[in-house]
């Protein structure tokens, strides 16, 4: 959620929880169920749930719509083996009749909107991503999300915008575009070169948040470790400053990836044992940074 929070006080108009998997909402997992944390800063706001078994799916909607957020949105994008091995994300893409029943069972079990992520297809030879999004909709999802590649690229290639045109074409809902997505700009040229009705983003906001504004990730190193200080100030508010700190440490590091000479403060960022200590590491640095007025980090590679 503090994430969440600081991507949208840069600009993002809505978005989309962590991966929430059915199964640990039906058995009131305290971890799953933690997740589920919003506040109404945030909105609107959308969680995304994921399963392969309809009647859980659908009992893991009912749960949710209690904790009030706008959406719900069905992952059956994510190509990760830990989640295909279970049928679930993107291995529904190759099972159309189970997702079909997954996707009525949750619309019947929620009064929200219902939006689902997909590919655009299995592989290079089963791009079944218009017939899938087709099913989507005329099973009662209110938009769908398109990633521009196939469950068998994962990560790897090129996300192919055509699919996405394609299907927008091919529905009356919203059509998300997703994918390969680096800037602000690039996101407009989507919208122009598909028609969609939106564009996500991933991958690209973390340590990046200034993704969602048209003036991007800004030059000065001094507002880079200000954005990174912010979302600590988040996660310290919402979270408490004993969440643990490696998850904390990874997301941090990210503002200063690619940076001439980061590599000394993200290993420094790395070293540190608690919240409070890497709190302290960037104010420190930002004094010196002030002190010495750079707007590069000297010392150490990228």
């Not at 919003?38 to 799916?57: I, K, N, W």
């Not at 959406?71 to 079909?100: F, H």
């Not at 069972?105 to 017939?131: D, F, Q, W, Y």
């Not at 044992?273 to 709190?279: F, I, Q, R, V």
């Amino acid at each position: 959620m503090p994430f969440r929070l600081l991507c949208r006080e840069y600009g993002a108009g809505f978005c989309v929880s962590e991966m929430i998997s059915c199964h640990g909402l039906c058995y009131r997992q305290q971890k799953t169920i933690d997740m589920l944390l919003s506040t109404p800063a945030e909105r609107p706001v959308a969680f995304q749930l994921f399963g392969a078994d309809p009647d859980r799916m659908a009992e893991a909607a009912a749960i949710i719509s209690t904790f009030g957020p706008d959406m719900i949105d069905i992952n059956m994008g994510c190509p990760v083996k830990k989640v295909t091995k279970r049928g679930a994300g993107a291995a529904l893409m190759a099972s159309p009749e189970l997702a079909e029943k997954i996707i009525l069972r949750v619309v019947a079990n929620t009064s929200l909107p219902v939006t689902v992520k997909i590919r655009a297809g299995i592989k290079a030879s089963e791009v079944n991503g218009t017939e899938f999004a087709r099913m989507a909709q005329g099973s009662g999802a209110s938009a769908v999300i398109v990633h521009g590649r196939t469950w068998a690229q994962g990560f790897s290639g090129q996300a192919d915008r055509t699919i996405i045109a394609a299907i927008k074409q091919a529905l009356t809902i919203p059509v998300i575009g997703n994918g390969d997505i680096q800037t602000y700009q690039e996101a407009m040229e989507m919208l122009e070169e598909t028609g969609c009705d939106g564009v996500m983003i991933g991958r690209a906001a973390l340590g990046n948040p200034w993704v969602f504004s048209a003036a991007g990730r800004p030059g000065d190193l001094g507002a880079i470790v200000d954005g990174a200080l912010r979302h600590l100030n988040l996660v310290e508010q919402f979270l408490g400053a004993n969440r643990p700190i490696s998850v904390i440490r990874n997301h941090i590091g990210k503002y200063f990836k690619n940076l001439p000479g980061s590599s000394d403060i993200r290993r420094a960022v790395y070293n540190c044992p608690a919240l409070t200590d890497l709190k302290n590491l960037l104010l420190a640095f930002r004094d010196i940074n002030e002190e010495i007025g750079t707007t590069a980090i000297t010392g150490g590679a990228a």
